[in-house]
């Protein structure tokens, strides 16, 4: 849960550094749980507005997480737009999410404490 209030209160726009593996995927957790939540309440008659603010209010921060990750394995914030790829760009962007930290301190950073 640190990590998913990580992002949304301290780096809720922070693009620059880089965030390690398991601090992206523990956000990506409480986002999707979160969002399952917000999707349920969604279908109270009066409160079909809250899986969309919801999703927007966390635009940002997921956007963010997501260059933070790319950069810790030294991959640049354009390579955000390989998921727009059919099929095959959605994999490509699993598979570079999942690889390991880049070792030691690069061009974005110190390597995360949480690799």
């Given amino acids: 849960m640190k990590y998913f209030i990580d992002a949304v209160k301290n ?4 693009f620059s550094g880089r965030l390690g593996v398991k ?4 956000f990506v ?3 999707v749980i979160f969002a399952i939540v917000a999707q349920i309440i969604s279908l109270i008659p009066h409160l079909g507005f809250v899986y969309g ?3 927007l209010a966390l635009l940002l ?3 963010a997480a997501c260059v933070r990750r790319l950069q810790d394995t030294g991959k640049s914030w354009p ?3 390989i998921g727009l790829i059919p099929l095959i760009g959605w994999i490509w ?7 390991s930290s880049q070792e030691g301190d690069n061009q974005y950073g110190p ?3 949480d690799k």
Avoid: A, D, E, Q
Wanted: some cysteine; aromatic content about 26%.
């Fill in 53 to 55: 603010l919801y999703s």
């Fill in 93 to 99: 962007m699993i598979v570079l999410l999942c690889k």
């Fill in 11 to 14: 780096n809720y726009v922070n």
């Fill in 111 to 113: 390597m995360p404490v």
């Fill in 23 to 26: 601090g992206y995927w523990m």
């Fill in 61 to 63: 921060p997921s956007l």
């Fill in 29 to 31: 957790l409480f986002y």
């Fill in 79 to 81: 390579w955000i737009f």
